[in-house]
């Protein structure tokens, strides 16, 4: 079994790279800037289905994705999330948050509908975070 | 400066033990199995706070917390996360949900109050993880 991204996630996120072990989408909903990680590997539904040594490689993603992201954002807050709940493969959001955001306090899962970017606003933040992030 | 448990998850939690890095505490919430680890060190908010080394060994402790979760209580999805919007701590999320929890498939975050945990059934829980996690 090869990897293949979810139709789900394929659907609500727009192409942005691929690092060592995760491909990174950017959510398309121009009202939080928000990233989802997938593991490329077949079958993943929980952190503990990867074996260790990739777990560590993707804490290190997370870790690279959200450095980016705060530059990138100016972002007050992140949010790092592995839910699962409705998209079964495995993936995990860095969202930016700001006190001023129209879900803060509260997380941003089930705040209304997402509102797609304009070209321009999507190619303007894929090209900030390309300049912040080593894609393979 | 030396760590001391946010006040507000002092309120939240119960006390479970501490793993080589992080603090665990049971969400004293029994509508939903729920563990909140927080790294023993001062002045964290995010996982890019925390040196990269830890952040391995906070991963590795996430895994066997979800995996402990998972053999006790029989979770069909593990939610793991850190948002910390609210307690700025950094503090991580373990949760085990089920197709019939009362908040599925939504986040368990603001979905009504929490329920406190009767003596016996929070003792019962804390000996089930503490035969499972190798508690220092």
Redesign the interface.
């Known amino acids: 079994m090869s990897f293949e991204l979810h139709p789900q996630l394929e659907a609500d996120t727009l192409p942005l790279g691929d690092l060592l072990l995760s491909r990174v989408r950017l959510m398309n909903d121009a009202r939080f800037p928000w990233l989802v990680l997938v593991p490329r590997r077949p079958d993943l539904?929980?952190?503990?289905d990867l074996p260790?040594a990739e777990?560590?490689i993707?804490?290190?993603e997370?870790?690279a994705v959200?450095?980016a992201m705060?530059e990138v954002t100016e972002a007050e807050?992140?949010?790092?999330?592995?839910?699962?709940?409705?998209v079964p493969q495995l993936h995990v959001h860095v969202i930016s948050?700001f006190a001023t955001d129209l879900a803060?306090?509260?997380?941003v899962?089930?705040a209304g509908s997402a509102q797609a970017y304009t070209p321009d606003a999507q190619a303007h933040l894929a090209q900030a975070l390309h300049a912040k992030l080593a894609f393979i």
Chains 1, 2 share one sequence.
Do not use: D
């Open positions: 539904r929980e952190f503990i260790a777990r560590s993707l804490m290190e997370i870790a959200s450095l705060r807050k992140l949010n790092v999330a592995a839910l699962g709940n409705r948050r803060w306090p509260a997380p899962w089930g």
